[in-house]
């Protein structure tokens, strides 16, 4: 938009935009010719367009004076100049000069403020308020979007003295095309009377580094409510919008990278994925596959390295920066990126490429000729590496990007490159094999449980000795408000089916848990769930012949209370504290598949300290003794245990040693014992809230004291923007009775408010020009995990706070 501006300009007689009046423009071609002259630099230096325009613009410098000699790589050029006058007197004039590209070229556009700055009687007091009280970098723009004044922050920022800039359009001073932008948003401030928020990313002043910019757009009213002008703050969060993007290039890697058992579809799913968030030019490089399939890729590797080229991708269409197609062998030698990189086994970065990498680039002159040309400053070359093994180098390279590759660039490729060796890895040595190997990796149970302060956990797995993997799991899943969801399974039969139905319940259970279903609706759902794949499985109108057993309890430590239900599974075990071990007298139901039988659920108290054992039968069922003889003794380790001071893992592997037989098990065996620990009346706080939307004022500031009651002052300015967010949703779509209710432990506080209404809220993305709309995604990005949970009296929508940050 901007660079069309100049060539209008120089075409025909320009349209001046509102505020222009103020400044004297001229258009220098890369010659040193002037192409284009306005009215006002006439005013200032006395010359017609005519008498000007297309001739040497040193013509108009005082004879003698020195020629100003911009930087052959700067952008922008500012300093002051002694330039003659039409009747012969000597001028110093402060210009400011952009490089720019019009129809003919390369040109320089200079621009100088002159006349009236725009001063108005009585502003003086308001601008010296608002650069008083602002801690950041201000500027403030009159009616015609001229600077008015700045602050020492923001000349700082911009790179050019205040007295200098004063009378020009943001436009003129940033010199960028993306300022067009924010001077459009601050009209549309000026205009509307309302405040705005715009981010954008570009580089401020003579920085060589782009950052990502809040600009705070706020408009500036006299006493008259007249609209006098628009401040502007600029706030720097290049931080937090890199480690953003960051985070999405690895989410948006997790999905993109190994869709198939393809080698050469991975390898350029890699380079897609890195062009271009993190480089401009990705090559992938592989070793040819070892004759031995059994095998994964070298341990080591020694240069000069062959390698296959199994992928790239560019930001320019066509790849022109490849010197090797896809399917073609390139030697490397010891002194390239490649070699250096899959030699060491580690990561290489390079950013003066001319000094760094001569030794390569002269003995491959065609390669150090395209490099010249293109203009590389940066290259990385990432090791592809797996389980021990090496299959090839990812190269990535910056030359339209001008910053470097930094550290955390370095972590992202790694992290990125390090999924892509894993699926590339599994394609060559599992091939058809793949999808059953990926089917157990799901199946495989946790590796540790999650800590809370709710529950002490401990568990042991083991597999059947002779029979190979069955379907036995367990879980333990943190839910909202500091409760916890145990579940123990047992998938009918033995080997990879079992396993990957085993995997796929799991996961189902994960998924119906984190909607907060109550332990019989989720038992219910799942039923369907095996019902659908037993269907699923049959060949010829044959069923697959699912079956598995479920036990499913959610523990409350505020409550102390404990919900359970079971789908066919042995009924779990309670110890209280200084008592005698006891099954939980459960509704049994009906095992998962059979499908049109209802599930029953019983709630329980438990006491500080009450232990639950949860398994499934591979631990009471054997060929030495019958059942009731194994549970009494089951029952019998576990009061010992109680009586003494025995942890979880010790109980676990008293259980075991006295239950199962040497040298292996027929059946899986899965065994969760938990401890519950309540959590402290102090450590939870509730409020009532009436209907008044004024109320949510006074709450924020119970939520402050009780905060501080708490010493969680370092979480008050979060807490209080998210529990304010959350109260004036419940007033303004919810339904009475309204509660607020906050918990915290040693690591997190929750926040929840409870209303009437079933309705469920969703996050949607709110349009510039609404007024609402960002609740929800302002608690979404401030707190560590949000959601909703339908109650018998409504819903409660709840946010966690991380206090250990």
Not at 181 to 187: C, D, G, P, V, W
Not at 511 to 539: C, F, K, N, W
Request: charged share 25%; net charge negative; with cysteine.
């Amino acid at each position: 938009m901007f660079t069309e501006s100049v060539r209008r300009g120089v075409a025909m007689s320009p349209v001046h935009p509102p505020g222009e009046a103020a400044t004297a423009r001229a258009v220098i071609d890369g010659n040193g010719v002037l192409v284009h002259w306005n009215e006002h630099a006439g005013r200032l230096l006395g010359y017609a367009p005519e008498e000007v325009e297309g001739r040497p613009a040193a013509e108009l410098l005082v004879p003698g004076s020195p020629v100003p000699r911009p930087e052959p790589d700067g952008t922008r050029w500012s300093g002051t100049v002694e330039l003659r006058h039409r009747d012969g007197r000597a001028l110093p004039v402060w210009l400011l000069a952009h490089r720019r590209q019009h129809a003919q070229g390369e040109a320089w556009l200079v621009v100088t403020p002159v006349g009236d700055s725009g001063r108005h009687p009585g502003d003086d007091a308001l601008i010296r308020a608002a650069l008083t009280c602002s801690p950041c970098a201000l500027a403030v723009y009159d009616e015609d979007l001229r600077l008015y004044a700045c602050n020492q922050a923001m000349a700082e920022l911009v790179g050019l003295p205040q007295e200098r800039i004063r009378g020009l359009r943001l436009a003129e001073i940033v010199g960028r095309p993306e300022s067009e932008e924010l001077e459009f948003q601050a009209r549309e401030v000026l205009e509307s009377g309302r405040r705005r928020d715009v981010q954008t990313y570009l580089r401020s002043g003579a920085e060589g580094r782009t950052h990502a910019w809040l600009a705070r757009f706020a408009p500036l009213a006299d006493g008259g409510g007249r609209m006098r002008g628009v401040c502007m703050t600029a706030h720097d969060f290049t931080d937090q919008f890199l480690a953003r993007e960051r985070l999405q290039l690895v989410n948006e890697a997790s999905i993109r990278i190994g869709t198939t058992l393809d080698v050469i579809r991975t390898a350029q799913e890699l380079a897609d994925v890195c062009v271009p968030r993190l480089a401009d030019f990705v090559s992938v490089d592989l070793l040819d596959p070892p004759d031995d399939e059994g095998r994964p890729g070298p341990s080591s590797v020694t240069a000069p390295v062959t390698l296959r080229r199994a992928a790239h991708r560019s930001i320019t269409p066509g790849s022109p920066e490849a010197l090797i197609e896809p399917g073609r062998v390139g030697l490397y030698p010891a002194s390239s990126p490649q070699a250096s990189s899959l030699v060491a086994g580690r990561t290489m970065v390079a950013t003066d490429l001319a000094t760094s990498l001569t030794e390569w680039l002269e003995w491959d002159r065609a390669r150090g000729e395209r490099v010249r040309e293109l203009g590389v400053h940066s290259t990385m070359s990432v090791p592809i590496r797996a389980r021990g093994g090496r299959f090839g180098v990812v190269v990535l390279r910056r030359f339209r990007r001008q910053e470097p590759f930094t550290p955390d660039d370095v972590l992202i490729a790694e992290e990125i490159t390090a999924r892509a060796a894993v699926c590339i890895d599994n394609a060559r040595r599992f091939g058809r094999e793949r999808e059953t190997a990926l089917a157990l990796q799901r199946s495989l149970l946790p590796r540790k449980l999650p800590y809370t302060a709710a529950l002490d956990t401990a568990y042991r797995y083991l597999p059947a000795a002779r029979a190979g993997v069955g379907g036995d799991w367990f879980d333990v899943i943190p839910l909202s408000g500091l409760r916890m969801a145990m579940v123990v399974g047992d998938v009918v039969g033995h080997g990879v089916q079992a396993s990957a139905t085993m995997g796929r319940l799991r996961t189902a259970v994960r998924t119906l848990a984190d909607i907060d279903l109550a332990p019989e609706e989720l038992l219910t759902h799942l039923d369907d769930l095996v019902i659908r794949m037993s269907q699923e499985g049959g060949l010829e109108g044959t069923t697959g012949e699912v079956g598995a057993t479920c036990l499913y309890a959610v523990y409350d430590p505020v409550s102390r209370r404990c919900t359970l239900a079971r789908a066919g599974h042995p009924a779990p075990l309670m110890v209280p504290p200084g008592g005698t071990a006891r099954q939980i007298e459960l509704p049994g139901g009906p095992p998962l598949g059979l499908g049109g039988l209802p599930f029953e659920s019983m709630e329980i108290n438990l006491t500080e300290g009450t232990v639950l054992g949860l398994y499934t039968d591979g631990l009471i069922e054997s060929r030495q003794r019958d059942i009731d003889t194994n549970h009494r003794l089951l029952c019998s380790v576990l009061d010992e245990c109680a009586a003494g001071p025995v942890s979880l893992d010790e109980a676990c592997d008293r259980i075991l040693n006295a239950l199962l037989p040497p040298g292996g098990v027929p059946d899986d065996v899965a065994l969760l014992l938990a401890r519950a620990h309540g959590l402290p009346a102090s450590q939870v706080e509730t409020w009532e809230i009436g209907a008044d939307p004024a109320l949510v004022a006074t709450v924020r500031k119970e939520v402050v004291g009780q905060l501080e009651m708490w010493r969680l002052s370092d979480v008050t300015f979060t807490a209080e923007l998210v529990v304010s967010e959350l109260v004036t949703n419940a007033l303004r779509y919810g339904e009475h009775p309204i509660r607020l209710r906050l918990i915290h432990d040693a690591a997190t506080l929750i926040c929840e408010v409870s209303d009437g209404s079933p309705t469920a809220p969703h996050l949607r993305r709110a349009r510039t020009f609404d007024e609402g709309g960002r609740g929800l995604l302002l608690v979404a990005q401030l707190a560590q995990r949000w959601g909703s949970r339908h109650t018998a009296e409504g819903k409660t929508i709840w946010a966690e706070l991380n206090l250990l940050e």
